[in-house]
Nanobody
Framework: VQLQASGGGLVQAGASLRLACAAL????????MAWFRQVPGKEREFVAV????????FYADSAKGRCTISRDIAKNTVYLQMNVLKPEDTAVYFC??????????????????WGQGTLVTVSS
């Protein structure tokens, strides 16, 4: 599976962004699709996931209430809508695909396909 992330950019605090992750080669409905983020010097951090089965969504505490992950099976694309962005949301955002166990949905090590990342910069 090839994943292509897009939608990052420079925005002011309080703004919104929608990231997109286009999957080539496999359907987003056959893999759990997740978003992670990473800042230099820190570990990759889980943001949200939508499961292959049932399309259930799960969020990191930092994302709850501000982010929405969704998938468009017809377009084979997963989205991450981010609202009320904060400077601490600044990071490179990666999409990932895999079939982890439910207990490991937030573990980046269990995802085996990754996009190239898209940079989100939030200015104060």
């Amino acid at each position: 599976v090839q994943l292509q992330a897009s939608g990052g950019g420079l925005v002011q605090a309080g703004a919104s962004l929608r990231l997109a992750c286009a999957a080539l080669g496999r359907s987003v409905s056959t893999h759990d699709m997740a978003w992670f983020r990473q800042v230099p010097g820190k570990e990759r951090e889980f943001v949200a996931v939508v499961t292959a089965s049932g399309g259930h969504t799960f969020y990191a505490d930092s994302a709850k209430g501000r982010c929405t992950i969704s998938r468009d099976i017809a377009k084979n694309t997963v989205y991450l809508q981010m609202n009320v962005l904060k400077p601490e949301d600044t990071a490179v955002y990666f999409c990932a695909a895999g079939r982890p166990m439910m207990s490991a949905l937030s573990n980046p090590a269990v995802y085996y396909y990754w996009g190239q990342g898209t940079l989100v910069t939030v200015s104060s």
